[in-house]
């Protein structure tokens, strides 16, 4: 893929993107009218319709049941015939449930080469090996019962309150932890719960309960003290109600933020680097400029024996087959597949459900028609480096290099499945902006246009949209995500942490009880 320098006004040459040779579509750099005069890939013709910035324009008659392709794959099929120059969407372009691929490598992939060099990077070195980005005592519930009172022990610890070096006292409330079953769900919500304790961005943890929910807050101790080097227990009901468990709570974490403040960054090989990938508020530019310039960024990261993790299950199906001839091993390939089999039947159990229904209204305002298309976009975010390791929701990540993790694609619920396996960053690429952040791990912002970041210039970290515009390549903006992000972990602030943001949703997947 080659983009133009767009020096002023767009001209004919450079009012659309097409991005592989075989692609009977290109992409509308620019919204184009009636008759606007458009040479691309060879051919010259006239807009048949206005075609919105980001949406995809016909380079050629395609009949009906003819398949489109974008990034040299399929997409899906014409539903009605489409001429040379009319805009291609919902309304002519039919989404195609495909055969999940079993693609797999027949020999070993060996891991990429290492760089003979490592960067560093300012952090807070821990016990068991792994490093912090930043230093927090965390306050978590073990149910919704509880919820309300670790707010109200945080909220003891204003940020102006603590010594240097404790970035903040943060509370993990959340809606789950009683009303289910014995099984999947609870010991899902454990390795959450267990994830954001237990983190390298967190020096000390509270875990707070009711006393008598599914969710027991001896299940996270091995003996019946309640207490171990990092993390304390307690309940409402043993400590005496909602004022006497905030007292106690306030009295665990000042004797934490002590040790917390004892803590100094330090250098640290960048390889200790877990940066943690997603996308959300998708449009049609994030697969031509924000996620191949992560993907180029993770490379970078797999080349130090760092790791990269790309998430979203619902948002590779239909582009699996692209990890697949990646995988390092069979093994690896066939837990990948395994996820997508398993993920298409938990869909199943509930009527009417399709891996179609995402991308959302605001995906498709964007110019992402179908799953399909977005998904291929989508897992530029993991460059070209093999495939290592697949784990599952929350799960802790161990191997260097690219791991992929399943997550479904709603945004605070990955991000958090993310975090809880022990990301110590965060990369988050977005086209119709959003303002997403997480409590203990730094979310760097990516936007993949120009006007979009200009509109929310305060959420937004980066500009990947300079691609678009010809004004910077995939491989600069890499680079440049890669430097910020060694930044980050030194200490410098994202804007969702400037702004406070701190959403934590855990991924309920069974009945309520």
């Known amino acids: 893929m080659a983009l133009l320098r767009i020096q002023n006004a767009p001209t004919a040459e450079t009012s659309a993107i097409h991005l592989h040779p075989s692609d009977n579509v290109a992409i509308a ?16 013709f006239h807009a048949a319709s206005p075609i919105p910035a980001g949406h ?6 395609i009949a009906a049941g003819e398949h489109v392709i974008r990034y ?24 195609e449930d495909l055969k999940i691929s079993d693609e797999f490598p027949i020999s070993e992939i060996p891991p990429p080469p290492r760089a003979a060099e490592i960067p560093t990077f300012l952090g807070y070195p821990r016990a068991d090996g792994r490093a912090g980005t930043r230093n927090y005592i965390a306050v978590a519930a073990a149910s919704n019962c509880a919820a309300h009172t670790v707010e109200l022990i945080a909220a003891n610890f204003p940020a102006s309150s603590l010594p240097e070096g404790v970035d903040g006292v943060v509370a993990f409330p959340h809606s789950e932890g009683c009303g289910h079953t014995i099984g999947p769900d609870t010991r899902q919500l454990q390795r959450v719960i267990s994830g954001v304790l237990d983190h390298p961005n967190v020096t000390g943890g509270v875990l707070l309960g009711l006393g008598c929910e599914m969710n027991r807050v001896q299940n996270y101790f091995p003996q019946d003290t309640w207490r171990s080097e990092r993390l304390v227990g307690l309940t409402l009901q043993s400590s005496g109600g909602t004022r006497a468990a905030v007292d106690a709570g306030v009295r665990e974490v000042q004797r934490m933020i002590e040790a917390a403040a004892a803590t100094r960054r330090v250098a640290i090989p960048a390889s200790k680097l877990v940066l943690g990938l997603n996308c959300g508020g998708s449009d049609s530019f994030s697969g031509i ?4 310039a992560l993907g180029f960024c993770s490379d970078l990261l797999a080349a130090i024996g760092a790791t990269a993790v790309l998430a979203e299950t619902t948002e ?3 582009a699996e087959q692209l990890l697949l001839r990646r995988a390092r091993n069979r093994a690896v390939a066939e837990k990948l597949v395994n996820t997508v089999r398993a993920y298409k039947h938990y869909l199943s159990q509930f009527a009417g459900s399709s891996f179609d229904d995402n991308p959302t209204p605001g995906n498709k305002e964007g110019g992402l028609t179908n799953i399909v298309e977005k998904s291929l976009g989508a897992v530029a975010k993991g460059g070209t480096s093999p495939l290592m390791d697949v784990v599952d929701y929350a799960e802790g990540i161990e191997s260097p290099g690219l791991v992929f993790m399943n997550t479904p694609g709603y945004d605070p619920v990955s991000l958090t499945g993310l975090a809880a396996g022990g990301a110590n960053l965060i990369a988050f690429t977005t086209g119709r902006g959003s303002a997403i952040g997480f409590p203990t791990v730094p979310v760097l912002k990516i936007a993949t246009n120009s006007d979009m970041f200009a509109n929310m210039r305060d959420n937004m970290d980066i500009n990947a949209g300079r691609i678009v515009d010809g004004d910077a390549t995939v491989e600069e903006i890499g680079r440049e995500i890669f430097a910020r992000l060694l930044e980050v972990a030194s200490g410098r602030t994202t804007c969702s942490e400037v702004l406070g943001h701190k959403e934590f949703v855990p991924w309920r997947i069974g009945p309520v009880l």
Do not use: D, M, W, Y
């Open 72 to 95: 040299g794959c399929a997409i899906g099929r014409a539903s009605a015939p489409i001429h040379s120059g009319s805009h291609v969407h919902t309304h002519n372009l039919a989404f």
């Open 56 to 61: 995809k324009i016909a380079l050629q008659e």
């Open 289 to 292: 400029s924000a996620n191949p």
């Open 316 to 318: 590779i199906f239909g």
């Open 29 to 44: 750099r620019v919204s184009l009218a009636v008759g606007q005069l458009v040479r691309v890939a060879g051919r010259e």
